[in-house]
T-cell receptor, first 110, second 109 residues
Framework: DAGITQSPRHKVTETGTPVTLRCHQTENHRYMYWYRQDPGHGLRLIHYSYGVKDTDKGEVSDGYSVSRSKTEDFLLTLESATSSQTSVYFCALGSSGEQYFGPGTRLTVT | AQSVAQPEDQVNVAEGNPLTVKCTYS??????LFWYVQYPNRGLQFLLKYITGDNLVKGSYGFEAEFNKSQTSFHLKKPSALVSDSALYFCSNTDKLIFGTGTRLQVFP
């Protein structure tokens, strides 16, 4: 987890509220990713970024948006949280196919 | 569609015995394949990868994996399991940004 931090680590929120998760890196990696982890589904890609202001959608992007205004920060926003977005969210950095993961954020939407 | 499959949700093995965690793939082009391990309340950690070359790949913590093109498999192996190997293991093709559903390995003393 060295060089990658996620905040908050745990969050409980109510349905309909906006939520922003932050990923911060000190590795100067160009590529950053957001995944969600759910039992029976493994990891699924939400969005990724290939540079400042350059982002693209992943497999499960509906209901999520991202922003990357500087190399070290990649933000994931749930505009209006739903119970189906209760999950563990991981940020990752990429290099030659290998990825390095942050410690995760456990989000509960009640 | 491209995919990576892990057919076993859980694998149980006694300490000291060999272990195998299975992975099969269906990807176009060259299959860049990876194994990751996840310990409780942690992010995934890279174990090993196959890009090209020798079909037997050695990685961290004594793990190895065998790439088999004819069987489209990339099984993770270790000759002698440790209790500390108990964790969740993911096969992936991170070149295509796809992961398997994970296999929980339980090593019993």
């Amino acid at each position: 987890d060295a060089g990658i931090t996620q905040s908050p680590r745990h969050k409980v929120t109510e349905t309909g509220t906006p939520v922003t998760l932050r990923c911060h890196q000190t590795e100067n990696h160009r590529y950053m990713y957001w995944y969600r982890q759910d039992p029976g589904h493994g990891l699924r890609l939400i969005h990724y970024s290939y540079g400042v202001k350059d982002t693209d959608k992943g497999e499960v992007s509906d209901g999520y948006s991202v922003s990357r205004s500087k190399t070290e920060d990649f933000l994931l926003t749930l505009e209006s949280a739903t119970s189906s977005q209760t999950s563990v969210y991981f940020c990752a950095l990429g290099s030659s196919g290998e990825q390095y993961f942050g410690p995760g954020t456990r989000l509960t939407v009640t | 569609a491209q995919s990576v499959a892990q057919p076993e949700d859980q694998v149980n093995v006694a300490e000291g015995n060999p272990l195998t965690v299975k992975c099969t793939y269906s990807v176009s082009g060259n299959p860049y394949l990876f194994w990751y391990v996840q310990y409780p309340n942690r992010g995934l950690q890279f174990l090993l990868k196959y890009i090209t070359g020798d079909n037997l790949v050695k990685g961290s913590y004594g793990f190895e994996a065998e790439f088999n093109k004819s069987q489209t498999s990339f099984h993770l192996k270790k000759p002698s399991a440790l209790v500390s190997d108990s964790a969740l293991y993911f096969c992936s093709n991170t070149d295509k940004l796809i992961f398997g559903t994970g296999t929980r390995l339980q090593v019993f003393p």
